[in-house]
């Protein structure tokens, strides 16, 4: 029994040793320097399939009470948004960026490690310019190709906060669905609800 309570309390150290020492949340690290909220990605962003206001930043903006720049440009992969950051993004004074990027990467079968290289650096330049970064993972079954624990290990590696699978019960569920990849206005209601839970509430402008 000794063993077993030195053991426990030896795990208990531990976690309170790595929750004080280890890594930072982004969140607890950046100092936010821009005014604006914006969305950044593919169709998932734009709104593809969804009511006039009814994409998922106009839904985010209506949870927190807060004005939305879409930024979302639908076909876009990690390689294409990359290109358009500076324009589309670090132009507009972001402050917090929420990012869904990686799905058109993965439907042309782009090397995973290019689509997470690109997607690293698109995370590392916001953060340089002072923006809280949410992202978006996507973690198809069978045909995922990793994609799951490529999200997982570049937001470890940076610090953004994670939502690992935004489509988790809306893929391939018809009720939530506008076809076989797009959500409908529910899905992109769940999926605006899942980003509304991770943003730091003390990070908004």
Same mark, same amino acid.
């Given at each position: 029994?000794?063993?077993? /309570?030195?053991?426990?309390?030896? &795990?208990?150290?531990?976690?309170?040793?790595?929750?004080?020492?280890?890594?930072?949340?982004?969140? *607890?690290? !950046?100092?936010?320097?821009?005014?604006?909220?914006?969305?950044?990605?593919?169709?998932?962003?734009?709104?593809?399939?969804?009511?006039?206001?009814? $994409?998922? +930043?106009?839904?985010?903006?209506?949870? #927190?009470?807060?004005?939305? &720049?879409?930024?979302?440009?639908?076909? $876009?992969?990690?390689?294409?948004?990359?290109?358009?950051?500076?324009?589309?993004?670090?132009?507009?004074?972001?402050?917090?960026?929420?990012? @869904?990027?990686?799905?058109?990467?993965?439907?042309?079968? @782009? +090397?995973?490690? @290019?689509?997470?290289?690109? #997607?690293?650096?698109?995370?590392?330049? !916001?953060?340089? /310019?002072?923006?809280?970064?949410?992202?978006?993972?996507?973690?198809? +079954?069978?045909?995922?190709?990793?994609?799951?624990?490529?999200?997982?290990?570049?937001?470890? *590696?940076?610090?953004?906060?994670?939502?690992?699978?935004?489509? *988790?019960?809306?893929?391939?569920?018809?009720? !939530?669905?506008?076809?076989?990849?797009?959500?409908?206005?529910?899905?992109?209601?769940?999926?605006?609800?899942?980003?509304?839970?991770?943003?730091?509430?003390?990070?908004? +402008?």
């Amino acid at each position: 029994m000794k063993k077993i /309570a030195a053991a426990a309390l030896l &795990i208990v150290a531990l976690a309170a040793a790595y929750r004080w020492l280890g890594p930072k949340p982004e969140a *607890e690290r !950046l100092e936010l320097t821009g005014e604006n909220i914006i969305c950044f990605g593919d169709s998932l962003t734009s709104g593809f399939g969804a009511s006039a206001g009814k $994409d998922y +930043p106009a839904q985010l903006s209506r949870l #927190l009470g807060k004005p939305i &720049i879409n930024a979302g440009k639908a076909g $876009d992969t990690t390689g294409r948004a990359l290109q358009r950051l500076e324009q589309d993004v670090l132009s507009r004074s972001p402050r917090i960026v929420l990012i @869904t990027l990686g799905g058109n990467d993965l439907k042309n079968r @782009t +090397p995973r490690e @290019t689509a997470f290289d690109n #997607l690293r650096q698109i995370i590392q330049t !916001l953060q340089d /310019a002072g923006a809280l970064v949410i992202v978006g993972g996507i973690d198809l +079954p069978v045909f995922g190709r990793g994609f799951g624990k490529g999200y997982e290990a570049v937001a470890a *590696e940076t610090g953004a906060i994670l939502v690992p699978d935004i489509l *988790e019960g809306i893929f391939g569920n018809r009720r !939530l669905m506008s076809d076989p990849i797009h959500p409908n206005d529910d899905g992109y209601a769940k999926m605006a609800r899942r980003f509304y839970n991770v943003i730091p509430k003390a990070a908004l +402008p």
